[in-house]
């Protein structure tokens, strides 16, 4: 068996398909839907879900930005070292149903877990991951064992300035086979596998990057619950059309930036890519779908799962809206607070169903402040 692959030129255009191996069996969309259904204690693709799952986004939640100054932004919440064992494990401990990460595979084809296209030392070189071995890697950041001296890390933030990165809690970078062994097998795993946004991605890259991933997934995977997930639409493609086993989302902004590749610039869009690749869901921006609240009936009328992600997934009310209204999951980064309130979600009275509902007033005017506050510093793409 083959699948064929398309991939987009700078325009977004399909060029002529690349075949590649489906090693891992055949694709079968109603097969994981209804595994992933078993998983979710019988929630239903495009069907209103009274439970609202808690995703932790890069485990308990990624760590602080910086300032346009280089300095870490104050805040009351304590922070550990994101894409962590002890971040994923914290998480699970707090009741999150999955937990994010972002997978990149190193030089010597290890996949390895960290959301940065380049990761940063003491040197102030930025490396690509996929540019380096996975002892490089691991040499980086906090160590394993007294005898083995700490690396520090440093981030280059959205305004271009470089700054130690620091958390109140770390722990050494991990891979994802380490993540599969040393994570509370009762927590699943939403496996997002990581691309360039802006540089394109080979054919070859594609399918070293997921052939390499989803061989750790099959020797290690033993049971956990687990969905796949990538920006890229050619590579959840590829992610669908090589396994049978686990559901495959496709991430997207939403519309809120443009991107040279229109399959990335609106709902619409991330709805067709889905039908034509046989994939079972949408991860969108939030705000994507709380200023335009029908756009999650489209995604129901596609029988699709809709997660979302984004600041606002932080605000209890925000993600009460969104579960009035359909959505059937969210990537939150204050994981103690709504995996707390996640209770309360499903207590809460039921609206008369209907997609796109709007809720009460008291909600609009916390949700409406919110949009005034929060601020988006991502890189538009023309």
Request: hydrophobic content about 35%; some cysteine; glycine content about 8%.
């Amino acid at each position: 068996m083959r699948a064929t692959v398309f991939f987009a030129d700078s325009m977004g255009l399909r060029t002529p398909p690349v075949q590649v191996s489906n090693s891992l069996g055949d694709s079968s969309t109603s097969a994981r839907q209804i595994d992933f259904e078993n998983q979710l204690k019988g929630s239903r693709a495009g069907v209103f879900n009274p439970k609202v799952l808690v995703i932790g986004h890069r485990g308990c939640g990624k760590n602080d930005a910086t300032s346009s100054q280089g300095e870490a932004v104050a805040t009351r919440r304590p922070s550990i070292r994101e894409n962590t064992i002890a971040s994923f494990n914290e998480a699970a401990r707090n009741g999150v149903d999955f937990v994010e990460f972002d997978v990149q595979v190193t030089k010597d084809g290890h996949p390895i877990i960290f959301h940065d296209t380049h990761i940063i030392a003491e040197d102030m070189v930025p490396r690509k991951i996929g540019d380096i071995t996975l002892q490089e890697f691991l040499g980086m950041g906090r160590q394993k064992g007294f005898d083995k001296a700490e690396r520090s890390l440093y981030r280059k933030a959205r305004d271009g300035i470089v700054s130690q990165w620091t958390a109140t809690t770390e722990d050494p970078l991990c891979t994802l086979e380490d993540a599969f062994k040393h994570v509370d097998p009762s927590v699943g795993f939403n496996i997002e596998v990581k691309f360039d946004y802006i540089e394109e991605t080979s054919d070859l890259e594609l399918q070293r990057v997921i052939h390499s991933t989803m061989e750790i997934v099959r020797q290690h995977s033993n049971g956990r619950k687990i969905y796949l997930s990538s920006f890229h639409p050619d590579a959840v493609h590829l992610l669908g059309s090589m396994q049978s086993t686990y559901p495959v989302f496709f991430l997207t902004i939403g519309g809120l930036y443009r991107f040279n590749d229109e399959r990335r610039n609106s709902i619409q869009a991330a709805i067709t890519v889905c039908q034509q690749s046989q994939l079972q869901g949408i991860v969108t921006e939030v705000n994507a779908v709380l200023h335009e609240p029908s756009l999650i009936s489209l995604v129901k009328e596609a029988h699709l799962w809709l997660f979302t992600f984004g600041e606002l997934n932080n605000v209890e009310e925000a993600v009460h809206k969104q579960k009035d209204a359909g959505v059937d999951g969210v990537i939150a980064d204050h994981v103690m607070e709504i995996a707390k309130a996640k209770e309360s979600f499903i207590a809460r009275k039921e609206p008369k169903h209907q997609s796109g509902s709007n809720g009460n007033d008291e909600t609009h005017e916390i949700i409406d402040g919110m949009f005034n506050l929060i601020s988006f510093s991502g890189r538009m793409v023309k």
